[in-house]
């Protein structure tokens, strides 16, 4: 079974930039599908990117041009370079992952999820 823990979030200010990482535990993480997910306290889920096996990647509009989904197959980690961060950002992120390719709007799909990781940015 695939494990995800994440790491790299953190506190910065709007503007600033992150690069959150999840480090993927399983044989089956090269053909897996990975994504990022994330939810405010009292906001419902929401996908943000994921990247399929063969580099393929979904973007949900409100991080499209900011955000950067990218995985290292060697290293069994994914990488979410975050930019030009803004406050409505603020949510804990969870890193996940699943055997088909998925797009961001396919969050709930997922099967493997990490423990997540807290990113707060403010104005």
């Known amino acids: 079974q695939v494990q995800l823990v994440e790491s790299g979030g953190g506190s910065v200010q709007a503007g600033g930039s992150l690069r959150l990482s999840c480090a993927a535990f399983?044989?089956?993480?090269?053909?897996?599908?990975m994504g990022w997910i994330r939810q405010a306290p009292g906001k419902e889920r929401e996908g943000v990117a994921t990247?399929?096996?063969?580099?393929?990647?979904s973007y949900a509009d409100s991080v499209k041009g900011r955000f950067t989904i990218s995985r290292d197959n060697a290293k069994n980690t994914l990488y979410l370079q975050m930019n030009s961060l803004k406050p409505e950002g603020t949510a804990m992120y969870y890193c996940a992952a699943d055997y088909s390719p998925r797009g961001y709007w396919e969050w709930a799909d997922f099967r493997y999820w990490g423990q997540g990781t807290q990113v707060t940015v403010s104005s």
């Open positions: 399983g044989y089956t993480y090269g053909s897996a599908c």
């Open positions: 990247i399929d096996s063969d580099g393929s990647t």
